[in-house]
């Protein structure tokens, strides 16, 4: 039956009173209006006749939310300045709430950007007890032997993928440099993501040995260096100095599974290749692969877990004291369990925050509504003498809310969708993949946010202003009315929150702001006031280890020539910029393994770097003959915890199968992060024989700020010329600089080799130094 | 007739929707014919209030009880005559079957003693 109209109605009364009238006037012989009249008297109440068919008729909620809209609107209208302060403030709370989601959401929930990504999982390895691992990235990585195990036996996994990443020397990308991916030969079928141009990898060319070497191009690579010309294909390329061809272009948008952005896919084959340095194909018990595997058709999350989990304690049968806990991880771009422990912590406490700040917002609303709805009591008061039922107002009153917490929320939505990005922009995340768009899900908690936030500021206030007594109210009682309603002590409440939460804030930014400058202020153990490193990638660029030995020995006498330049020393790596695990047996004492960090430096490290010796002598480049037991220093708690309660000095330990003696003990230092307290860390001899992979540390003399111009002379940045004067967050401080690539100058004329580097710079502007 | 007679009994609560389909039971009214037709049913003893008919004849219609269209009356006016749907008929048998349980009921509480005053 479609819905009558409110006029049909109307003509049918009408044409019952003529009716009536017709009837009154044959019977009773009365005139027709006096008929009419008689009619309409008989009839009784027209008007409320029609309304109750109305509202028979239609939704009526409906239409009352309609009114309470429009009335809303029309309030919210005539008092501008409250409405804006309120609508900032809670664009504000929700727009700094829904930013920090979407951030979170779019490293650890958002679904992979490949077909199916529901159906994708990654698979880590913890490990507990007794284990020795090689950390290339990340322990909860896989070893290539390990990824095999996995593969050979989930048969829930309709495929099980591979890949590593590795940083490549490629002349034609804009810096100089890609972001590339080792991968297995399914990599492309798993992740169901087409290759665009050409093919992806053929069976040959991922067997064991290998083929010929072959890459597949990002889309956004091929566009950017290749100008988008599909001639590229069966083209050479050089990555790392290694001649690679190029079979394909993958699907625009995609640049893999990682936050890293990957611009280049080769196949595992090639990793010899291309890294020199390391021969992580072979090696077992080296962290640096990431797994993802697809579920199979019909195949469930749990069932893959115990095949993993099986797998998982069979390795471990051939790893006494070892126990591995297998992890599946929905696929996402940053799901590696020690990341997300870390991000959950992280994550929670800027999320607490955040919505401390909306619970400051929702309290400083609600104490503003309690203050009208004193100041609407009389009309209230009219309202309900009127018949107006006090549930109709509470909603009218709520709706007032709502319609300023979903206004509201739609500037926070803007600023969501606009905060993230700059953000990224400022932190320099331009190699870093981040879909940072709205979706239902950031719509939905922006929606879901400001709802809750207008019940929350709104629903007290409605109440308390539609529960007071109507006759006192309406003869203008307000004194009185207030005195006995006391809504004075409910806004004291609220004050309360408001101070309480505000306090809280204020508390955190100190404690934030303390930590920050205890990073600034922290004794890291080292000085890095005017340190700069110079790294030369000479693996990467086909030197072997004799003539490389001769460039660093021909440099070292350039470099400490060099006006400005107080020291020369070598090392593998600058504390915080990377790490390099191993674990370490002492030879003498208990049988046990620790595990530690390492670094690799020439004699004159340590005193270069200001870190003290607590006991015992540096060991000299002399005496380093790469044969044979080698001195090393160790660093305090190290050695403690190697030979706990005993002399260390002059003990054995082994590490890498290379046996070393302890010759000096060095004061703990923050090496892996400003944030942990110093842990095991020890100091081995750099061979002689091969310095390839050691970057030159030099100690730069005055301020650092001066020495780009001076640099520059046989150096030619091809960044930005203004990096020492960047100024860097707290965490970064020391190390993080400039990558500076440098093509042109004295190494193409001295070496006569095209020749990249990189180097990276403290900034002697930090005022604590 | 007048409508202002008070002598009359008002409809107990519930009873109008039961009159209407059992008038209708007898062709298609319009809703002024179906308020005479029970006054007059009723041997002029039940009040109908207009008021409530048409609010009434609307209720039921909703429920598909009634359907109703436009006609023309036979003083030549214009008014919608409703009839009886099958659900209507059905819905007609359930409530007399109520009614009667109900007189029944009140019937035997009231007991013979009180039948004749």
């Known amino acids: 039956m479609s819905a009558r109209s409110d006029d049909d109605f109307r003509d049918e009364i009408e044409a019952h009173l003529e009716l009536e009238a017709d009837r009154l006037a044959a019977e009773q012989g009365l005139s027709r209006e006096e008929a009419r009249a008689r009619a309409t008297r008989a009839f009784g109440n027209v008007t409320r006749a029609r309304e109750r068919f109305h509202e028979a008729q239609h939704w009526r909620w409906l239409e009352q939310v309609r009114q309470d809209l429009a009335f809303g609107l029309r309030s919210l209208k005539a008092r501008p300045g409250f409405t804006l302060t309120a609508l900032l403030t809670i664009g504000l709370g929700v727009g700094v709430n829904t930013a920090v989601f979407t951030l979170f959401y779019a490293l650890i929930a958002r679904p992979l950007p490949v077909t199916e990504p529901n159906r994708l999982y990654n698979i880590y390895q913890e490990f507990s007890g007794d284990y020795g691992r090689r950390v290339d990235g990340m322990t909860s990585l896989l070893a290539l032997p390990e990824y095999r195990e996995y593969q050979a036996t989930a048969r829930s996994f309709s495929g099980l993928a591979a890949y590593g990443e590795l940083g490549l020397a490629f002349e034609r990308a804009r810096d100089g440099t890609a972001q590339g991916q080792l991968v297995t030969c399914n990599f492309f079928q798993v992740l169901g993501t087409a290759v665009r141009l050409g093919r992806g990898f053929g069976a040959d060319e991922c067997a064991a040995g290998g083929g010929a070497p072959v890459a597949v191009l990002s889309h956004r690579l091929w566009r950017e260096a290749f100008a988008g010309d599909s001639g590229v294909l069966g083209t050479t390329i050089e990555l790392n100095h290694a001649h690679l061809t190029v079979v394909g272009v993958a699907e625009p948008g995609f640049a893999g599974v990682g936050l890293r952005t990957a611009d280049v896919w080769m196949p595992l084959p090639v990793q010899p290749l291309v890294d020199r340095q390391r021969d992580s194909l072979l090696e077992s018990e080296t962290s640096w692969l990431y797994v993802i595997g697809r579920l199979a058709p019909g195949a469930t999350v749990a069932q893959a877990q115990r095949e993993v989990d099986a797998v998982g304690r069979r390795l471990d049968e051939t790893h006494p004291g070892r126990v591995t806990k297998v992890i599946l991880q929905r696929g996402a771009l940053f799901n590696a369990p020690e990341i997300q422990r870390e991000g959950g912590i992280v994550g929670g406490a800027i999320g607490g925050l955040a919505l401390l700040v909306l619970v400051v917002i929702c309290a400083n609303l609600m104490n503003l509504l309690l203050a009208r709805g004193i100041a609407r009591q009389r009309e209230i008061a009219i309202r309900l003498a009127l018949g107006g039922s006090r549930r109709r107002l509470v909603a009218q009153l709520i709706t007032e809310s709502l319609l300023l917490a979903v206004a509201g929320g739609a500037i926070g939505l803007g600023l969501a969708a606009g905060l993230p990005p700059v953000l990224l922009r400022l932190v320099d995340a331009s190699t870093v993949q981040l879909d940072l768009s709205l979706d239902p899900a950031i719509f939905g908690v922006a929606l879901l946010l400001s709802t809750l936030a207008a019940l929350a500021f709104g629903l007290l206030p409605a109440l308390h202003a539609t529960r007071i007594p109507v006759a006192s109210a309406l003869k203008g009682a307000s004194a009185i009315s207030q005195e006995r309603h006391r809504p004075g002590r409910l806004r004291s409440a609220v004050v309360g929150i408001q101070v309480a939460g505000s306090t809280c804030l204020v508390i955190c930014s100190a404690v934030l702001l303390r930590s920050a400058l205890r990073q600034a202020t922290l004794d890291p153990g080292y000085d890095p006031t005017g340190v700069v490193s110079l790294s030369l990638n000479l693996p990467q660029l086909g030197y072997e280890a004799e003539r490389s030995r001769a460039l660093y020995a021909d440099l070292e006498g350039r470099l400490t020539a060099t006006p400005g330049v107080e020291g020369v020393a070598r090392a593998e790596m600058l504390p915080l910029l990377s790490r390099h695990g191993e674990p370490a047996r002492p030879l003498d004492g208990e049988e046990r393994s620790l595990q530690a960090d390492w670094n690799v430096i020439s004699g004159a490290y340590l005193p270069l770097m200001k870190i003290p010796l607590v006991s015992g002598r540096l060991f000299t480049d002399a005496e380093v003959t790469g044969q044979g037991e080698q001195p090393a220093v160790l660093s305090r708690r190290m050695a403690g915890a190697l030979w706990p309660g005993q002399e260390p000095l002059g003990r054995r330990f082994e590490a890498n199968k290379v046996q070393y003696r302890v010759v000096g003990i060095a004061a703990d230092v923050y090496h892996v992060s400003l944030q942990e307290r110093p842990g095991y860390f020890g100091y081995l001899p750099a061979s002689p024989a091969d310095p390839r992979g050691l970057v030159f540390v030099l100690r730069m003399r005055g301020t650092w700020r001066r020495s780009p111009g001076r640099w520059s002379g046989w150096c030619t940045c091809s960044t930005r010329p203004s990096w020492s004067r960047r100024r860097h967050s707290p965490s970064a401080w020391s190390w993080r600089g400039c990558r500076c690539g440098c093509r042109a100058g004295w190494p193409r004329c001295w070496a006569g080799w095209r020749c990249c580097w990189r180097s990276s710079a403290s900034t002697a502007s930090w005022p604590t130094g | ?117």
């Not at chain 2, 039971?25 to 308020?35: S, T, V």
């Not at chain 2, 436009?70 to 919608?80: D, E, H, I, Q, T």
């Not at chain 2, 008929?89 to 009231?110: C, F, M, P, S, T």
Request: charged share 25%; hydrophobic share 40%; aromatic share 6%.
């Open chain 2, 1 to 117: 007739m007048s409508t202002q007679d008070g002598d009359r009994e008002a409809l107990l609560q519930g009873t109008l929707d039961l009159l209407i389909l059992r008038t209708l039971a007898r062709g298609p009214a319009h809703g002024h014919d179906i308020a005479l037709a029970i006054q007059r049913d009723s041997g002029d003893a039940l009040l109908v209030d207009h008021g409530s008919l048409y609010p009434a004849l609307q209720r039921l219609e909703k429920r598909r009880w009634l359907s109703a269209e436009w006609g023309v009356s036979p003083n030549n006016r214009r008014a919608r005559y409703y009839a009886l749907t099958a659900a209507g008929r059905k819905q007609l048998r359930i409530e007399v079957d109520r009614w009667q349980r109900l007189v029944l009921a009140v019937g035997r509480v009231l007991g013979p003693d009180l039948a004749t005053p």
